[in-house]
Each structure stands twice: as C-alpha cells, then as structure tokens.
C-alpha cells in the first residue's frame, strides 16, 4: 500500500504558495554567488519575511543578557552583567524545575527542564498582568491564559476545536483577504472552507461590515461559518482597525453568533494615528451582554514587533468568554505537547515586562527600542513615497506591521507572459525581480486578494541603509520591467 494514498484529502487539497518557487529559486542564486558566478548584485536581500533580525535589525542587548545568564547561570557570578539583568535572570530560572534544596544539599534549576503544559506559572501570571495593564485595567485571569511556541500554533490548535472535518457539512472560517498566508492553509488542512471577506483597498484596507454580511451570504449552502479571524495590525496590508470598526465586527460576530479570533502579534508596531486597541479592551468598554457572551480567542508573540525573536517561538493565547466545557478540550489539544520552548517563554516574558525607569538597563533598552522605532516610522515614510513615485504602483499608507503591500497594475504584455509560463502575473513579477536585482519579495496571490489586482509584499523592519538600497533596486527594475512589457 502506498503512503501517498492514505495521506489526507485535507492535506492533498491544500495550495501550494507561489512563495515556494521564489524560495527555491533564491537557494541556488545564493549557491551560484557562493561559487563566484556573477550576477548584477552581490547578495540577495530577502524581505519575503517579518524577521527583523534576518533584516538586519540588532536584538536588544537587556534580552540577549537575560538570556544568556538564564542559559549559562556562570555569568552571574561576576559584576559584567547589571545588576537588574542578574536578578531577572535568577527570578525566571527559581521558576524553572531543578533539584530542591529540600532533597538535595544545592538547588539546580535550568532552561532545559520541561514546564507546565500551560507555560510557566509565573510567567502566566506576569503575562495576565500585562495584559490587564494593556488594557486599562480589565481583568485578566491566569486560568485563560496558554503560552505557546507561537502564536500561529496556538492559533492553529483554536481552529482544530473548531474546525469538525467529520460533519456532513463543513465548517467555515470568515478570513481577510489579504491575509497572512499560513493561516488559510490552516483551515484548509484541518477540512475547514476559508470564507474571503475583502478588505478595502481604496479606503486603506479599511475592514467594512458591509463586506462581512456579503461573504457570509456567499457562502450559504456550502459551509457552516463558526468563525470569524482578524489580523490587527494587518498583515500584509498594515492597516490598523479604529474602535469604531471593532465595535461594529463584535456587533457582527455576536449577531452572527461567531467565535472571534484576534491575531493581535503586531501591536507594538503602530506608527499612524490611529492606536492599537485590543478586541478584548473594547468587547469589555461595550458591557453587557456583549462583554458577556461574544466567545474571543486572542494572540500575541515574541516573535513579532520590535523584538523580533522570530526562531525563540514564543507566544501566548488569551480566552474570553469561552465555556468551561469547551477550554477542557483546548487544554487537552495544547497537552499533546509536553510544553511550550521555556526559552520562547523568558522571551516573552522580557517582552510584556521590560526594563522600567530607574533599572540599571533601562537607558540603553529605551535608546535601543526608540531607535528602531523611529528607524521603522522613517521606512514607512520612505517606502510609500519611493513606491507611488513609480510608474503603475500604488501604495497605501502603512500604519502598523511589519510590511508594505503595494499593488501594481501590470501591462497586458506581462499578464500574458506571466500566463504563458504558467505563473501568476505577481510571481513573474517577483520572479523577474530576484533574478534581475537580487530582491526577494512574496506575491500578492499568496495572500488573497481582488480578482484583476496584483500586488507584491516587503518587510520594512530594516535598518534604513538596508530599506534604501532595497528601493533603490526596485526602482531600477521596474523602471525596466515597465519599459521591456509596455
């Protein structure tokens, strides 16, 4: 009997990223540069991701200190590290497994133990109260609270409980369009049906709830929906939703009797005018019986933001609202892993409880952080207006995130040609644009979006001189492309 054919129709049916050829593609690019082949550039710039240490951003020294003392406890023998480091990292490893002074005559705590399937209480409980903090002071109880290695994990074991591959009739997850790649191929792998809602481009990608009703319309007949998943700060398209819009997508949700997954990873990144609230401040601000009864699920992680420890994997998953009989099940999902990465668990606990005025560490985190920030606000800037200088590029203003998510308009001769190689028209684009400049972008069809329009997707957490040569290549080449296609 052949494995491939007891592989899961599920697994079989889902699509396959245009992304993947790109990576391919830039794997032998980097070999053929490492063997002295010559190419019009020197190295490849790859912005395909949000990783800002990939990019080329500096961890933050107050982090890599903890860390390294929790790793190696040696370090905190001497004076080298500041005092507030020591004891952060002392504080994290008395809550790590080890021998007890109670059995043994010395006490030996590591990184290396396994932790509560939950994540490590102290670190719940601090996370609970950044969160409370976060949110002017609504209550958050430990109980609900999982640490993960990831939110897109965390995310993925919500919609396994929800997503039922053995109903008559499958189950349907309303998702944004654009949205995060991994998350559709999510639902599709667990037997889900991604239902598209279109964000709006022209108003910057405003999420309407006129949109909402007609993709839930849409798909009567050919799914059940149980859920309703929304990325703020967007990603790719950056947008950052006003309490207002929040406000009438919970009215939705609970109108629609919808569970509410808040993907809420980029909240540290809001560089426009409107700020970053949680779903969960503004689901408590609307009272009863709203605050009451609209089931949420929301996540946050290390990997994201300013931080940027994308390989630590840590994360955590807030519930509200949510039955006692149901969270039973979620618990048993997130037991089938012994327990989230203790160290993606210290990182995010050195991300929701920084440094604070008066500590040895905290002049250089705020020196450190205020600069990437500000370097981040000047990319923003920068991007938008070198892209919609260009010939047929568009782009909105990005007001959090990690990335642009400019649309091109494409001369008919590309479309063609990109059809002819059997590409989408944004992956001959993109094609094009690594072989000739060394760029690598990810297309805008990865991620949804409106039949006819095309788009490409770059990360913009970089140091500036970084983000500078990278505009100054894709000026240069679609000043070409647009001449060689017109």
């Not at 409980?125 to 609900?144: K, L, M």
């Amino acid at each position: 009997m052949s494995v491939l054919q007891e592989i899961s129709s599920n697994v079989k049916n889902m699509k396959t990223l245009e992304y993947s050829l790109l990576a391919r593609w830039t794997k032998q690019i980097k070999e053929d540069l490492r063997q002295g082949v010559k190419k019009p550039f020197r190295e490849v710039i790859d912005v395909s991701w949000g990783d800002p240490h990939r990019g080329g951003v500096k961890p933050l020294t107050f982090v890599r200190q903890v860390l390294a003392a929790c790793l190696y406890p040696q370090l905190m023998n001497g004076e080298k590290l500041p005092v507030d480091v020591r004891q952060r990292a002392q504080k994290l490893l008395d809550g790590c497994a080890g021998w007890s002074r109670l059995v043994f005559s010395k006490c030996s705590f590591s990184l290396g133990s396994y932790s509560a399937t939950g994540g490590l209480p102290e670190i719940v409980q601090r996370v609970s109260e950044f969160i409370s903090r976060r949110d002017g002071g609504v209550p958050s109880n430990p109980e609900n609270i999982f640490l993960c290695c990831g939110s897109q994990w965390a995310l993925t074991r919500i919609l396994n409980v929800l997503v039922n591959a053995e109903a008559p009739f499958p189950t349907g997850v309303l998702t944004p369009a654009p949205c995060y790649s991994t998350t559709p191929l999510s639902i599709e792998g667990l037997g889900g049906v991604v239902i598209p809602y279109y964000l709006s481009e022209e108003r910057g990608w405003e999420l309407q709830v006129e949109e909402l009703h007609r993709a839930l319309e849409s798909c009567k007949g050919a799914c059940h929906p149980i859920a309703l998943y929304v990325i703020n700060p967007g990603n790719p398209a950056g947008q950052v939703q006003s309490r207002k819009s929040m406000q009438e997508v919970i009215r939705f949700a609970s109108e629609k009797r919808l569970f509410l997954l808040a993907d809420e990873v980029y909240q540290g990144c809001v560089y426009g005018e409107t700020e970053f609230v949680s779903y969960k401040r503004v689901l408590s601000e609307m009272g009863p019986p709203l605050s009451d009864t609209v089931e949420l699920a929301s996540f946050h992680s290390a990997s994201k933001g300013f931080m940027g420890e994308c390989g630590l994997r840590g994360g955590y998953v807030e519930l509200v609202n949510l039955d006692p009989a149901v969270k039973k099940y979620i618990y048993t999902l997130f037991c089938a892993d012994s327990s989230p990465p203790v160290l993606g668990q210290i990182a995010l606990d050195l991300m929701t409880n920084p440094p604070q005025p008066g500590d040895p560490s905290y002049l250089l985190y705020y020196q450190e952080t205020q600069h990437i920030r500000s370097t981040v606000v000047k990319n923003v800037k920068k991007a938008c207006e070198v892209i919609n200088s260009l010939q047929g590029f568009s782009c909105q203003a990005v007001e959090g995130g990690a990335f642009a998510f400019p649309r091109i308009h494409l001369p008919a001769k590309a479309i063609q040609k990109a059809k002819e190689a059997g590409m989408q028209p944004d992956t001959f684009y993109c094609l094009r644009l690594l072989e000739e400049a060394g760029v690598l972008a990810s297309p805008g069809s990865d991620y949804g979006q409106e039949e006819g329009t095309f788009h490409i997707r770059f990360c913009i957490l970089l140091p500036h001189d970084v983000l500078g040569e990278l505009l100054q290549r894709l000026s240069d080449f679609h000043t070409q492309f647009m001449k060689d296609f017109s």
